[in-house]
Structure formats: C-alpha cells, structure tokens
C-alpha cells in the first residue's frame, strides 16, 4: 500500500475530533470566524468553507435557522440562502476562476447528507481534469493548497465584492 504524508494534517483532525454540536449553529454564533472558516453572514445565512472539500475553494451555505427540512425555511430565509449561494459562486468565479460548478443540497442520509439535521447548500468549483487517477483508483483527493490559505483569499476578496 502506498502511503500519502500529510501531518500538517493532524492539528486539524484533532481539533474536527473535539467538536460538538451543529456546525452551522457553532459557526453561526462564533466570533472565531478564521477557526470556523465563516466567511460571512447575511442576516439569514452564512458562508463557509467545508473543511473536508472536494477541491479548493469548496463553499457551504447555510440557513441561520436549525433545520433539515426545506419547507421550514420561509421565502425571504429561502431568497437570502440563495443569494448566499449566487454571491459564494460569485467569489470563487472571480478568484478561482472554475471552469464549471457542481452546486446541491444532500437532504437526508441515503443522499449522502454527512450533516442531516442541518440543511446547506455545497458549492464545489470544478476544473476539467480535476479528478485524476488518485481519487478513482486510490480514493483518494488531492487539495493542492492549504485550508487556511484558501481561507484569507477569498475572506479578503470577499470585501470587494
């Protein structure tokens, strides 16, 4: 078996491993916002980056509200997730510069949900060729830039928005 080293890693699952609670909610009600990874909150909803991303730059938004059912949501909670969603987008197209999006909702555990009780919307930027050899044979996902790095990018272009 060949091993991949990443123990720059092993601070960070430390940390994930002592966390309770929702995510949404914690991050929602932090000032931490650098160690959260919140790039920003609207009045109904916020932005962040997933901290297992797909590839660079994969966003989260979510609604304040603690549910997992979309119905819950009222139309302006609904209209502001979204233009959370459009403005996260927005962001990674001007600094990213993706070649496409995979954007979506995993409602429930069969959809894949790995968060089921609080809903949000994943905005993955997509490069062609993005997927290589090493997540189909080996499942394995190589980021080419750190968590944090990512984070003050686009946390400071944000502003320019």
Known sequence: MDRIW???RMSYIKAIA???GCVFCTAWNTEEDREKLVLERTEHSLIMLNRFPYTNGHMMAAPKR???DLDELSDVE???LMKSV???RNLLQKIARPDGFNIGVNLGRGAGAGIEDHLHIHIVP???GDSN???VVGDIRI???GLMITYDMLYEALSSL
């Open 78 to 80: 609904m209209l502001d």
């Open 66 to 68: 603690h549910t997992s």
């Open 133 to 135: 050899f090493m997540t």
């Open 86 to 88: 459009r403005r996260a």
């Open 6 to 8: 990443a123990p720059w």
């Open 143 to 145: 980021i080419p830039e």
């Open 18 to 20: 002592s966390e309770e």
């Open 126 to 128: 997509r490069w062609v």
